[in-house]
């Protein structure tokens, strides 16, 4: 289980209480899950050592679990509506008038990160159009060497079998080889595309 799926499993646990300590028992245990990967420990192992989201939301409501201190819990500064109104309204001003800059920015990482993921996989295709040349050499060069033996002419024969063994040899470790670089790029991609997920995620549920 992630830290996301903890969270809002706790918080639909939790969802007969009021808002307020819905949100402070949320980031109570969230920090709690941080603490504990800061200190070297899983992000599962975390969660796994505080119990399951059953027995939380069980003391919680019996009034049996430790109340968030207010050093662990921050309450948040109340604004007035007019200054949030302000700050929201400074906050799309912002973004309006720094469109020329940041916009050309995002459109180049992101077309970085395209070329990265087209190169890293361009390799691994690369790799696979090796393997099947390999395979190409071994078969004709089993077929090419029958003939040679037929026609017959025994050392051209012997050297194209040869080859052909040489060959099966390459392709056979080649295929391992390409079988882990395909896994290993899915890895990467799945593990980048997590990380960008987790950035927007993380601070909604924050």
């Known amino acids: 289980m992630t830290k996301l799926d903890f969270l809002y499993g706790l918080r639909d646990a939790l969802r007969a209480l009021p808002r307020e300590d819905i949100e402070r028992y949320v980031e109570y245990y969230s920090e709690m899950i941080d603490d504990r990967v800061e200190d ?11 119990g399951s ?16 201190s207010a050093r662990e819990v921050k309450e948040p500064k109340k604004e007035p509506k007019e200054e949030k109104r302000l700050t929201s309204a400074g906050t799309v001003l912002l973004i309006v008038l720094g469109f020329p ?19 890293l996989f361009s390799l691994v295709i690369t790799l696979w159009a090796v393997e099947v040349s390999l ?3 071994a ?14 002419n025994i050392s051209a024969g012997l050297m194209l079998v040869g080859i052909a063994l040489f060959c099966t040899g390459l392709s056979v470790f080649g ?7 395909t896994k290993g ?17 993380h601070r909604e549920v924050a």
């Open 40 to 50: 070297g420990m899983t992000e599962s192992d975390a969660i796994s050592e505080l």
């Open 53 to 68: 989201i059953e027995e939380i939301a069980a003391r919680i409501l019996g009034d049996t679990a430790p109340q968030p």
């Open 101 to 119: 800059l940041w916009f050309p920015l995002l459109v180049a990482a992101f077309s970085v990160l395209i070329s990265l993921v087209a190169v």
């Open 135 to 137: 395979w190409g050499c």
């Open 139 to 152: 078969i004709g060069g089993l077929v090419s060497g029958a003939v040679a033996f037929v026609i017959p």
């Open 175 to 181: 295929f391992y080889g390409c079988k882990a670089a």
């Open 185 to 201: 790029a899915a890895w990467l991609v799945a593990k980048a595309a997590l990380a960008i997920k987790s950035i927007f995620v």
